[in-house]
Each structure stands twice: as structure tokens, then as C-alpha cells.
């Protein structure tokens, strides 16, 4: 029996006869959190947008070598918004192995069929240093005012991880004041880092399955937009940039891969995802 089918038993209060983005991405990344409506509902996209598979996943292997990155610069909390299901390459797991002395994880997410996956994972793993919060990012104070976001502790560095989630914010949404809010409630030290679909240099058939992606997503509850490399590294004004600065996410601090189809998948994604990481400064 594949991994695919041994999902573990749903949230009493979920539909399974519609397919969850959240979990459909979970599909992607070759999690177990997902059934066969998702999985069909997978394929399909995979068929219409070759792209998007390795897409999620490249994003997923950034989002771990961030996590390692924190953890070896000192940091043990993670706010992780638009976390979607917390399966494959999930961050509590990453910290849970690192052995750090008092981790902190809180999952911000909006979308109720991820909020239950996530909170009966970490009931069912007995994580009590890690929670969810059903609330938009996009209401920093309203999710500081539930009681699962006690977890963190805002007198030590926060890692905020921001990872493909931004492009589903409209520019009315005035992501660089969103952002402000964000740091405001942060210690020095804190890091936040953000990926970020994009064709800035990208070849002409990946380029155009992502504008295809982006107009597909306008007519759904979560539209997306492109950004440019200009605007994607202003959201860092006021940072300290944490080594290699602002690069394509495959090359923020790339490890080896270990077959010939991922590293041709990582080559094929590249130009796709901008990515960067800022340290608040001291003072």
C-alpha cells in the first residue's frame, strides 16, 4: 500500500467529497494528508501545469533549509502564516530533530480544513510546544489575540516564515505596512523570510504556466499575483539581508539533491521563485 493511501482518519467536521487546496498541496509535496478526491483533483492540475508539482515541492525544500538555517543561527520559535497542513517537511518535525532546548511553533493558517488537519497532527504526535491558529495573516493582531498564539515567547528571536503565501495578497492590500505590523511585534534578532512566485527571467513555457496559474487562481477565493524582483526586495527595507541576500529560492543555500529527476526538476523551477530572508536589527 502507497503512503497516498494510508491518510490518516479526517476531522469529524470535514467534507470529503470536495477536494482542499490545503491538501492537494500536501499531494504535491508527497504527503499523507490527503484522499482520493484531492489526489484526482491533483493530477489533473499536474496535466494542465507540468510545472506546479516541483514548484511546491522546491518551495517545500526551502522552507526546510530556512528552518535549519534559524536553528543554527540560535532560533528555536517559527510563526509559520499560510501554513497549509503541516505533513511533508513540516517545521515542528524539523525543530523536533534538531534537538533545541525550548522550541516554539505556532501555524497560522485561515482555511478550516487545514486548521483541523493540523491541530488533530499535532494531538496525535502530542507536540505541547507547537498550536494552530485559523485567522487571515493579513490580521496580525487578531491571531495574537488567540490564546493558542501564547505559545511563542516575544521576548526571544522569532523565525516568521512567509513561504508562497504573499502572491495571494492584493498590492491594495499594502503588503509593505503588513509587513511593518508584522515586525513591529518582533524582538531584534527575529528573522522573517518570504518566497515569492515570479517570470522575472524565466524561459518562455514556464513563464507563461505561471501567468496561466496566476489568471487561473483570479476567478477562485485565492487570486494570486506576480511579482517583480524590485518590489519583492523592498519588503526587506530595514532588514539585515541573512546570507545570500535575495536569490531564486533554489539557490538560497542549495544542498545536494540525490537523483538526476529532482535536480532536473530544481533546474526547471528556478527562475520561478524569488526568495530572501531579513534579520531584525538590534536596536
Known sequence: MSNAERAPQAPASIDLTRPSSARVYDWYLGGRTNYAIDREF?????QELPVIKPLAVSNRRWLG????????AGIEQFWDLGSGVPTAGNVHEIVAGSGAEDPRVLYVDYERVAVAHCQMILEE????????VQEDLRRPLKILEHDAAQVL???????????????FIGGGDGIPE????????LPAGSWLAISHITTDDAPPGPAAQITSLAEAYKDTQNPAWLRDRAEFSSWFDGLELVDPGIVH??????????TKEERADEAKVRPLYWAGVGRLPQG
Not at 491533483?42 to 499536474?46: C, E, F, I, L, M
Not at 503588513?178 to 511585534?185: A, M, V
Not at 529560492?249 to 540525490?258: F, I, K, V
Open 42 to 46: 491533483g493530477h489533473r492540475a499536474v
Open 249 to 258: 529560492a533554489t539557490d538560497w543555500r542549495p544542498e545536494p539533491l540525490p
Open 125 to 132: 504526535q502530542e507536540v505541547g510546544w507547537a498550536d494552530v
Open 65 to 72: 533549509r530556512v528552518v535549519r538555517a534559524a536553528l543554527d
Open 178 to 185: 503588513l509587513l511593518s505590523r508584522y515586525r513591529t511585534k
Open 153 to 167: 515567547d516575544f521576548d526571544r528571536p522569532i523565525c516568521v516564515i512567509m513561504a508562497s503565501v504573499l502572491h
